[in-house]
């Protein structure tokens, strides 16, 4: 079963706000954030060690040890490193409202509030996108995501590609499931050095804006932002179940008479073999409403215990040995076949 650390040493975006805001209140804006992008509840969330990088030492061998006979020496060795670099992005916007509106709505906060709840989503929704599907190397501005580091399975180009399990589609109509374990020295969201984690708010008062025609009017406006990266300091605590077709999709899990079909089941015990521990770090599986359906589908079919419904954080959510499922919308059938 999946353990984690202390909350005090992996923490949530709700923890850090509780600390931040004892007041509470951001906690609207957190609970936004969770409702559309469930990564949320999951991540844990690292200062950055260079203002707006995050250098990480990561150990890409072992020294060398000897059986030693009398009389004979041992030879010196050394473990070996390498230092990867990740950036914080700004995600930024603007939301402004009629200050007449405001006023006939009677300048309450709930309103306004209200009326900024889908600039808090979109924000959410584009930070999903770029947390698996962002890449710095073609758009520098973004963070650097999950997909274009495991994007080959071929080791010899990159060692993680041990970690990418090929579910057999293929085509430029497919998905991923993604097996995460987020913690302080595996897999961890970064805020810039020196400032506060999470998305900020500032209301910056009323203003004048001008309507398409040039005519002028009075609005208040409001300012979010969020500086975030996401750093992989262990790639062994990743895993990407990649080229899912949803045709090859089965409500029954195929078996040996089954010429086609994904066995869902048995890319879960792959992937869960590849990480080195389930402890001291915040595992969670990451999938589409889709793959989900299906999940529950051929559990039900098959009476798999391994994979059932569980209590976290006061939901019932479907687990596999005890990790829990995670619904990420982004994670369309979009994806090109990772090879």
Same mark, same amino acid.
């Given at each position: 079963?999946?353990?984690?650390?202390?909350?005090?040493?992996?923490? %949530?975006?709700? @923890?850090?706000? &509780?600390?931040?805001?004892?007041?509470?209140?951001?906690?609207?804006?957190?609970?936004?954030?969770?409702?559309?992008?469930?990564?949320?509840?999951? $991540?844990?969330?690292?200062?950055?060690?260079?203002?707006?990088?995050?250098?990480?030492?990561?150990?890409? *061998?072992?020294?060398?040890?000897?059986?030693?006979?009398?009389?004979?020496?041992?030879?010196?060795?050394?473990?070996?490193?390498?230092? $990867? %670099? &990740?950036?914080? *992005?700004?995600? #930024?916007?603007?939301?402004?409202?009629?200050?007449?509106?405001?006023?006939?709505? *009677?300048?309450?906060?709930?309103?306004?509030?209200?009326?900024?709840?889908?600039? $808090?989503?979109?924000?959410?929704?584009?930070?999903?996108?770029?947390?698996?599907?962002?890449?710095?190397?073609? @758009?520098?501005?973004?963070?650097?995501?999950?997909?274009?580091?495991?994007?080959?399975?071929?080791?010899?180009?990159?060692?993680?590609?041990?970690?990418? =399990? @090929?579910?057999? *589609?293929?085509?430029?109509?497919?998905?991923? =499931?993604?097996?995460?374990?987020?913690?302080?020295?595996?897999?961890?969201?970064?805020?810039? #050095?020196?400032?506060?984690?999470?998305?900020?708010?500032? &209301? =910056?008062?009323?203003?004048?804006?001008? @309507?398409?025609?040039?005519? #002028?009017?009075?609005?208040?406006?409001t300012h979010f932002g969020w500086d975030v990266g996401l750093s992989v300091r262990d790639w062994r605590y990743v895993v990407r179940i990649a080229n899912i077709k949803e045709s090859l999709l089965k409500?029954?899990?195929?078996?040996?008479?089954?010429?086609?079909?994904?066995?869902?089941?048995?890319?879960?015990?792959?992937?869960?073999?590849?990480?080195?521990?389930?402890?001291?770090?915040?595992?969670?599986?990451?999938?589409?409403?889709?793959?989900?359906?299906?999940?529950?589908?051929?559990?039900?079919?098959?009476?798999?215990?391994?994979?059932?419904?569980?209590?976290?954080?006061?939901?019932?959510?479907?687990?596999?040995?005890? $990790?829990?499922?995670?619904?990420?919308?982004?994670?369309?059938?979009? #994806?090109?076949?990772?090879?």
């Open positions: 079963m999946a353990t984690t650390t202390k909350p005090n040493r992996n923490p %949530t975006l709700a @923890d850090m706000m &509780d600390r931040l805001d004892p007041n509470g209140e951001l906690a609207d804006i957190v609970e936004v954030l969770n409702e559309t992008n469930e990564m949320m509840d999951d $991540i844990t969330w690292v200062e950055a060690n260079n203002k707006f990088s995050h250098r990480t030492t990561v150990r890409t *061998g072992l020294p060398t040890v000897t059986w030693r006979k009398l009389n004979y020496g041992v030879k010196q060795s050394k473990s070996t490193v390498a230092q $990867i %670099t &990740d950036t914080c *992005g700004m995600l #930024e916007a603007f939301a402004t409202v009629d200050k007449k509106l405001a006023e006939i709505n *009677g300048m309450k906060e709930s309103w306004r509030a209200s009326e900024e709840r889908p600039f $808090i989503e979109a924000m959410s929704q584009t930070l999903q996108r770029a947390l698996i599907y962002g890449d710095s190397s073609k @758009d520098p501005e973004q963070i650097m995501g999950l997909a274009p580091r495991f994007n080959t399975k071929d080791p010899k180009k990159a060692p993680c590609a041990v970690n990418v =399990i @090929d579910a057999g *589609g293929t085509g430029a109509d497919l998905t991923s =499931i993604w097996l995460v374990g987020w913690g302080p020295n595996t897999v961890h969201g970064l805020y810039p #050095e020196n400032s506060k984690a999470g998305l900020s708010k500032e &209301d =910056i008062g009323e203003e004048a804006a001008l @309507d398409p025609d040039g005519g #002028e009017y009075r609005v208040l406006k409500s029954v899990p195929p078996d040996e008479n089954s010429a086609t079909g994904h066995n869902l089941y048995e890319l879960l015990v792959k992937a869960v073999a590849k990480v080195p521990s389930l402890s001291g770090a915040r595992f969670a599986f990451y999938t589409n409403r889709t793959i989900e359906t299906y999940l529950r589908l051929q559990q039900a079919n098959s009476r798999n215990v391994q994979l059932n419904l569980a209590d976290v954080g006061g939901r019932r959510v479907l687990s596999f040995d005890g $990790i829990p499922f995670r619904r990420v919308d982004v994670l369309e059938f979009k #994806e090109a076949q990772v090879k």
